[in-house]
């Protein structure tokens, strides 16, 4: 049976899947994280953690993929 959610974060520490949070905390962070089933732990590298101005939200811009 799965776990009712209501939509906060530390509901889903118990997941194992990705997360990704493109221009997150009004628009200040943009990261990837990875969910490892742990209801405490979710692992965040420096690497996917960024505050770039080119890794934010534009307004009434199309998002790019950018490799």
Known sequence: ???ARSGKFAEYNDLLTYYVG???N????TRFRRY???PVTRPLLPEHDLS???AMLVPNRKQDHHA
């Open 1 to 3: 049976m799965r776990a």
């Open 22 to 24: 493109l221009g997150g």
């Open 26 to 29: 009004r628009n200040t962070t």
């Open 36 to 38: 490892i089933g742990d």
């Open 52 to 54: 770039a101005a080119s």
